[in-house]
């Protein structure tokens, strides 16, 4: 089993530009979770979904948006990156019915100049 | 929403020695009460958590121990080793199945 991938690893991308980042998980995962982490500090959570077919809003939406294609994909788009978006992107999912433990995905370290 | 405080920010032990971190968070709601371990360039992995009905939980050399009526709770790690530095995450839950994490504790451990 894989776990939770991410791709890609690393961006680059330029102000104004758009990207996609992909999140899998193959452990049948019904909540699956977008955070960010910038340096020194914890991880904010962007958007969740708490099951296929639902998303909600966390601490910092603002200028993302999300989609649980399936029960294993959770995709993370920024429809026109900004310099405050540079930051390392983490996956998680999470069974969500009697365990709330979460795994992460190795992340994806994302750079607007 | 929950506000989550973790001290200290950085803990410099030798190896052999006991390091204790304490999380407060704002929440009365909380019920899930974990910790986090995050390796450098790694996403964090979980290490240990505990429930409101339970006051302490161990698991070899680590424990974490609950206080409700105050919200904050605690991770000890005894018998530090240096595998054990690394950043460390208190996150409760905000009742949503979600988890706010606390800004992280940076543990070093002298050989």
């Known amino acids: 089993n894989a776990g939770v991938t991410q791709t890609p690893k690393f961006q680059v991308l330029k102000t104004g530009q758009s990207m996609t980042l992909q999140c899998a998980q193959d452990m049948n995962h019904n909540s699956m979770y977008w955070y960010r982490q910038d340096p020194g500090m914890g991880l904010r959570l962007i958007y969740y979904s708490a099951s296929e077919g639902t998303t909600d809003k966390g601490e910092v939406p603002n200028g993302y948006n999300v989609s649980r294609l399936n029960k294993r994909e959770f995709s993370l788009r920024l429809e026109s990156a900004a310099p405050s978006q540079t930051s390392v992107y983490f996956c998680a999912g999470s069974s969500g019915s009697l365990s709330y433990e979460q795994y992460f995905g190795p992340g994806t370290r994302l750079t607007v100049t | 929403g929950e506000n989550v405080e973790q001290h200290p920010s950085t803990l410099s032990v030798q190896e052999g020695d006991s390091a204790v971190i304490k999380c407060t968070y704002s929440?009365?709601?909380?019920?899930?009460f974990p910790w986090y371990k995050q390796e450098l360039g790694k996403g964090p992995q979980l290490i240990i958590d505990i429930r409101s009905n339970v006051g302490e939980k161990k698991d070899q050399r680590i424990a974490v121990t609950l206080n409700k009526t105050a919200k904050h709770f605690s991770l000890h790690i005894t018998e530090t080793q240096p595998e054990d530095s690394a950043v460390y995450f208190c996150?409760?839950?905000?009742?949503?199945?979600?988890?706010?994490f606390g800004s992280g504790t940076r543990l070093q451990v002298q050989p």
């Open positions: 929440d009365s709601a909380s019920n899930y």
């Open positions: 996150a409760p839950d905000t009742g949503r199945r979600a988890l706010t």
